[in-house]
């Protein structure tokens, strides 16, 4: 058994969701520890070779479609295709794209709701201050404008993967028309797409109730200094430790809440100068409108 399907991204693009609707589908194997086991981008795990991914699909029953899933993966795109690539070159790989505006918004939101992101709204969005983070864990979390630059990552799945082996999916189509995409790509994965999911909301986005624990949970530093107190990963598994994690993430999150309305409108409008140049390279690439698409002049 291989992989032979994954979703690379992009990060609060309904991809945990999509993930689930897929794997409601009968040809279909997607457990969940490995949505968002980004063994591809993170050297930790895809040292200890391919058996480890493949740990993580152990009732694996003849389905057509082996999916896999990483968030992460179309940023870390320099290296994670490439070795996706090399693992299986005859991988079908979806790739949910959204509103790039609309994205940054929304990851700043959602680690400002949950607490790892300290800083405000209004001086977070800087490219140059960005490209200083240092470690997978900041790059992969918070880095709100690169993420967006989607061309350039798109360009190095080209070279790579043939484009009858590429999926391209807007999390605007998602909400407004699930159906017929989700349909559509049943088709491109050459399974009966006769089928329906539940349509269901995964990972809806929320505060936290506590902040100390989010910065605990969030936090490597922290989770490194707590290991010397407590040595719990002496003798919970990883994937013990995951549950754990997901568990007491949902507990300690409420109802969801927003930035003000009034400071969203300014912020698109500055985001909306910064994304212009690269929607217009990605509109070329794509060969769509997506400025009207996504409202961005």
Request: cysteine-free; hydrophobic content about 35%; glycine content about 4%.
């Amino acid at each position: 058994m291989n992989v032979n399907t994954v979703i690379v991204g992009i990060q609060k693009a309904r991809i945990t969701s999509f993930y689930d609707w897929l794997g409601q589908h009968p040809d279909v194997y997607a457990p969940k520890d490995a949505k968002d086991y980004h063994f591809f981008s993170n050297d930790e795990y895809y040292n200890r070779g391919y058996e480890n991914l493949l740990s993580r699909y152990p009732d694996y029953n003849n389905e057509r479609i082996v999916l896999h899933a990483g968030v992460n993966y179309s940023f870390f795109h320099s290296y994670t295709y490439q070795r996706l690539h090399e693992y299986n070159p005859n991988l079908k790989v979806i790739i949910i794209l959204r509103n790039p505006v609309d994205r940054a918004i929304s990851a700043y939101n959602y680690f400002k709701r949950l607490n790892p992101e300290e800083r405000d709204i209004t001086n977070v969005f800087n490219r140059d201050e960005e490209l200083e983070l240092k470690g997978y864990h900041n790059q992969g979390n918070f880095t709100y404008l690169n993420h967006g630059y989607y061309s350039s990552q798109i360009k190095v799945l080209y070279k790579l993967f043939p484009q009858k082996h590429i999926k391209n999916i807007f999390f605007e189509d998602l909400l407004n028309r699930k159906r017929i995409v989700y349909q559509e790509v049943l088709a491109f994965l050459g399974v009966k797409n006769e089928f329906l999911p539940d349509f269901k909301h995964e990972n809806v986005s929320g505060s936290a109730r506590l902040n100390i624990i989010n910065k605990v949970l969030w936090n490597p530093a922290l989770k490194g200094n707590l290991k010397k107190i407590i040595p719990y990963h002496l003798i919970l598994n990883e994937d013990f430790r995951g549950g754990i994690f997901k568990i007491l993430n949902k507990i300690n999150t409420s109802k969801r809440n927003t930035v003000e309305p009034e400071q969203n409108d300014l912020l698109k409008k500055e985001l909306n100068k910064i994304y212009k140049t690269e929607v217009d390279d990605l509109s070329e690439l794509l060969n769509l409108d997506l400025k009207e698409k996504w409202g961005i002049k």
